[in-house]
């Protein structure tokens, strides 16, 4: 619940992923945030091969809520800046990203 963006960072196969993960439940378990509150993505997959960084602002916007703070955890997301800045900046967002 920081303003700061979370940005997660080391070399392949470190376990980023692994440490969102823990990251999330306790935000359940810890700071009884609903886990419909909590969005993961992994960008690594095919489903987000190819597409701009507009589509995936777009995306992402779309699930937030609009009545309250969101939880979003981006995991190994490519050119993500202008993307996070944009949510960071217009939404209630507590952002975390590997990469």
């Keep these: 619940?920081?303003?700061?963006?979370?940005?997660?960072?080391?070399v392949r196969r470190c376990r980023k992923s692994t440490l969102l993960k823990m990251?999330?439940?306790r935000?359940?378990?810890e700071h009884n945030?609903?886990?419909?509150r909590i969005l993961s993505y992994r960008f690594?997959?095919?489903?987000y091969d190819g597409a701009t960084a507009k589509q995936i602002y777009d995306?992402?916007?779309s699930r937030l809520y609009a009545?309250?703070?969101t939880y979003l955890f981006l995991d190994e997301i490519q050119g993500w800046e202008k993307v996070v800045n944009s949510l960071?900046?217009?939404l209630d967002v507590d952002i975390y990203v590997t990469g």
């Design 1 to 10: 619940n920081t303003p700061s963006v979370k940005i997660l960072t080391g």
């Design 23 to 25: 990251i999330m439940e």
């Design 27 to 29: 935000l359940k378990s």
């Design 33 to 36: 945030v609903p886990g419909e």
């Design 44 to 47: 690594d997959s095919m489903e």
């Design 59 to 61: 995306e992402l916007k």
């Design 67 to 69: 009545d309250g703070k």
């Design 88 to 90: 960071a900046s217009d």
